[in-house]
């Protein structure tokens, strides 16, 4: 059993606090209290804590997993695969589960596996007074209270620091492949059913079909004869920015994801007034004093 007790108690109730997984992607929204980057790099009265690791149970009948949100992703991936089974949550090489979860960016293949903020259906979590509370419920179809769990989902760990969590998973597709060729999205769009993702770069259109293996046959032929051939899975700018209807140079657009890869870093986005008074108003209520991960600001995040 994943000890919550244990987490509760090194959270505490005093003084600024944040958890600290795989550092891979650290700077998000922003330094945490007056330290620029790695905690270890300059002076910060900001105390690091790590969630609990391991994979509690897996429910593969009811598509669960339990996980300590402090497992790496590429751990969780590796024991849902023994099951046929994979979740929504990607991220870089050493990335935790809890990591992802509280950054919130949607997995390339997001077009078969669904949302981010889908995926998430409880988590255990320590509030910034120091007590230990429990968000959602462990079934799919829970409907009890408050959709916390949608909240929590790509806060930066400013309402709430997640120690243990329950998971949707889904199916392994039978098969799957990419495809690209210099042909306009839109015709790629029609001739396939719930692609995984859809790019493009400007010239080309590159898509990932998957799903039963008959059909993604039948898919692959039809791509084929609008001009698109197989292909490796193409390697995307690092940089996210949100679709603002122009590529940039050296852009990729992911089509109906709102979401540009590009290889030039850009500025955190412009937000509007309401919506900065109704996230500052959210946060007041989980954590006035805003001892959880001071200094991260989930509205800076570009994507």
Not at 135 to 148: C, H, Q, S
């Amino acid at each position: 059993m994943i000890d919550m007790t244990a987490f509760r108690d090194e959270v505490g109730d005093v003084g600024s606090v944040c958890v600290r997984g795989g550092g891979t992607r650290w700077t998000v929204g922003g330094p945490v209290g007056d330290s620029v980057g790695d905690l270890a790099d300059g002076p910060s009265d900001v105390r690091s804590v790590s969630a609990p690791t391991g994979i509690e149970s897996i429910q593969p009948a009811e598509m669960t997993v339990v996980v300590g949100a402090g497992t790496t992703v590429a751990d969780l991936a590796s024991a849902l695969a023994e099951h046929g089974q994979e979740v929504a949550l990607d991220g870089p090489v050493n990335a935790t589960v809890g990591g992802s979860l509280m950054v919130g960016r949607n997995s390339l293949r997001r077009g078969r596996l669904g949302e981010v903020a889908d995926v998430l259906l409880q988590a255990d979590c320590v509030g910034a007074d120091g007590q230990a509370f429990t968000a959602g419920g462990p079934t799919v179809k829970n409907v009890t209270g408050f959709d916390l769990c949608r909240l929590l989902v790509g806060s930066l760990g400013t309402l709430a620091l997640v120690g243990r969590v329950i998971l949707r998973t889904r199916p392994v597709p039978e098969a799957g492949t990419w495809m690209s060729g210099e042909v306009a999205t839109g015709p790629v769009v029609d001739a396939v059913y719930r692609p995984a993702t859809v790019l493009w770069d400007g010239l080309r259109t590159t898509v990932r079909i998957e799903g039963d293996g008959a059909d993604v046959a039948h898919e692959k032929r039809i791509l084929e004869g609008l001009g698109l051939t197989e292909t490796a899975e193409p390697v995307l700018p690092a940089e996210w920015d949100r679709w603002s209807g122009t590529l940039p140079v050296g852009g990729v657009r992911a089509v109906g994801a709102g979401v540009v890869h590009r290889p030039d870093p850009v500025g955190p986005p412009e937000v509007a007034a309401g919506v900065r008074a109704l996230g500052d108003r959210m946060r007041d209520s989980f954590d006035p004093s805003r001892r959880l991960n001071p200094g991260r600001d989930p509205q800076r995040m570009t994507a």
